[in-house]
């Protein structure tokens, strides 16, 4: 079992900064893809950004390119979403995702494992 917890949600002005923040605790595999999705009320969950186990490799949504940068301490079993120009529409519930993939850095997400909670992040205009 792998437990995620987030971190870093709140209520933030139009154009403002958030970071969010994932650990990974439990029997964590060798190497594995994180990232991040989101949920806006009335909305299905989409994904937001992910990050291959060597950091090298990152893929974003169209809507946030530019504006998030995902991150990783493997060290600390750790992803980040540093988020900046926000949008109203940015505003949703945002989970953490855990998928292994066994000696690959693979990137992409082919079926989430792992979720967290959810950190929930407001953008007010």
């Known amino acids: 079992q792998v437990q995620l917890e987030e971190s870093g949600g709140g209520l933030v002005q139009l154009g403002g900064s958030l970071r969010l923040s994932c650990a990974a605790s439990?029997?964590?595999?060798?190497?594995?893809?994180m990232g991040w999705f989101r949920q806006a009320p009335g909305k299905e969950r989409e994904f937001v950004a992910a990050v291959s186990w060597s950091g090298g490799s990152t893929v974003y949504a169209d809507s946030v390119k530019g504006r998030f940068t995902i991150s990783r301490d493997n060290a600390k079993n750790t992803v980040y979403l540093e988020m900046s120009s926000l949008k109203p529409e940015d505003t949703a519930l945002y989970y953490c995702?855990?998928?292994?993939?066994?000696?690959?850095?693979?990137?992409?997400?082919?079926?989430?494992?792992?979720w967290g909670q959810g950190t929930q992040v407001t953008v007010s205009s």
């Open positions: 995702a855990y998928e292994s993939h066994p000696y690959s850095d693979s990137v992409e997400f082919e079926d989430v494992e792992y």
């Open positions: 439990g029997r964590t595999f060798s190497t594995y893809i």
